[in-house]
């Protein structure tokens, strides 16, 4: 491959992974400014929850990841990914601009949509754009820069929190000039030439009812049960870590903000050091494995032992690591790998539906079991890490280092 192809296809992983980027950064930013407009316009907790759960960490995301990504597969992954951003960017504009809770309601579910749309039309891209042998590699840059989503979204929260709400309306914009580039720079790219393989005359159509034959239905099951599980405690985390901040003695703006940058700036370094290094080369179930039971003795800690600054920064260091090769990371490149091109934004899209979803129904419930005591809910998310373990683990294919025609060709001989 000349040098120029591989700096067009690291360019192309780049455009397709700010979904990662502006999904993420989308969740930081929500949480940021609810807090503002709740006091602002006198929300309830109630409103404020039903917001999440719809917005772009949740329902929203999920239902339109299912929408986006059956369209993909029908008209084209480039048609979905450029045009979504100016969805995103109409979305981000109504937040910008919110002057009622009935403008904040809408602008979150236009945002969670369209960023929903576009995680599997990015991932699919990235899967069919990048080499053999290096899709791990492609697919950890887009991890890294949903990693980094956060990180600019808290630095830029904490330079501007002085500004009060007009500051969480900068940050916004922020992600709407993005959207608005990546519709522009993303007009110069090429639809992926597996998709328009796919549709040539002659090759015969696969209904969506195809996913649910057993040699797909089995890896919908495990994606779902190995990425669902993991999220829960994702979501969950996010809710109790500011506990955890308060307790430790990080009780100001600054200190809570760096220890969060902190533990995004870990989980960059694993997934450049591990998961872009030896995703391709070596047994990825091994590597999966390793990752969960890094995370599951991380979350232990929290159970087991008063909560000190040792214990926490352990704790965050433990999580960040492997969760940098871990759950995430080899959701977002199995999904990819797992189905027939005509069918993989499809699936993708369920995949990432259900997940979403269902973190939108278990978030109604996590006041409730806060309320039961911080070493109960650790227990409680240890659980779920145990489990998202046991099914990856147990599940988990041997993809590395195979083309995805060549994966493709051993499903149907299977």
Request: aromatic residues 12%.
């Amino acid at each position: 491959m000349t040098a120029g192809a591989q700096k067009d296809d690291w360019r192309n992983t780049i455009l397709a992974g700010l979904a990662n980027y502006i999904d993420a950064g989308s969740i930081v930013a929500g949480a940021a400014a609810l807090a503002l407009w709740q006091e602002s316009y006198n929300l309830s907790n109630d409103f404020i929850g039903m917001i999440g759960a719809f917005g772009p960490n949740a329902i929203g995301a999920g239902v339109g990841a299912y929408i986006g990504g059956r369209l993909c597969d029908k008209l084209g992954r480039k048609k979905i990914y450029q045009w979504d951003m100016l969805v995103y960017a109409a979305g981000m504009a109504m937040l910008v601009f919110a002057f009622a809770p009935w403008m904040i309601v809408v602008g979150f579910m236009i945002v969670g949509l369209a960023v929903g749309a576009d995680i599997p039309a990015s991932w699919s891209l990235i899967a069919e754009q990048a080499p053999d042998g290096r899709r791990g590699k492609h697919s950890g840059v887009a991890q890294v820069l949903w990693y980094l989503g956060p990180v600019v979204v808290l630095l830029l929260s904490l330079a501007l929190t002085s500004l009060g709400e007009l500051g969480a309306r900068i940050v916004f914009a922020h992600l709407m000039l993005i959207a608005l580039g990546l519709t522009l720079l993303r007009a110069r790219m090429k639809e992926s030439e597996r998709w328009e393989a796919s549709q040539a005359e002659g090759v015969p159509k696969l209904p969506v009812s195809t996913l649910f034959k057993p040699k797909y239905l089995t890896s919908i099951l495990g994606l779902v049960g190995m990425y669902g599980f993991w999220n829960l405690w994702a979501g969950t985390n996010g809710f109790f870590f500011p506990y955890i901040l308060r307790t430790v003695g990080a009780a100001t703006q600054a200190q809570s903000v760096a220890i969060q940058a902190l533990s995004f700036a870990i989980g960059m370094v694993s997934i450049g050091l591990v998961f872009m290094r030896y995703a391709d080369k070596v047994n990825q179930r091994k590597l999966f494995a390793i990752s969960a039971i890094i995370q599951v003795i991380g979350m232990a800690l929290l159970a087991v032992f008063p909560l000190t600054i040792p214990v926490a920064l352990l704790y965050v260091f433990l999580l960040q690591f492997g969760g940098g090769f871990g759950a995430q990371s080899f959701f977002q490149l199995w999904s990819a790998e797992m189905f027939p091109t005509m069918l993989r934004s499809t699936a993708q899209g369920l995949c990432f539906a259900i997940v979403r979803i269902s973190l939108g129904v278990f978030s109604f419930f996590v006041p409730m079991l806060s309320a039961t005591g911080f070493t109960t809910l650790a227990w409680i998310l240890t659980g779920f890490l145990v489990i998202s373990g046991v099914i990856g683990t147990l599940w988990a294919p041997r993809n590395e280092g195979k083309s995805l025609e060549q994966l493709e060709a051993e499903r149907q001989a299977a």
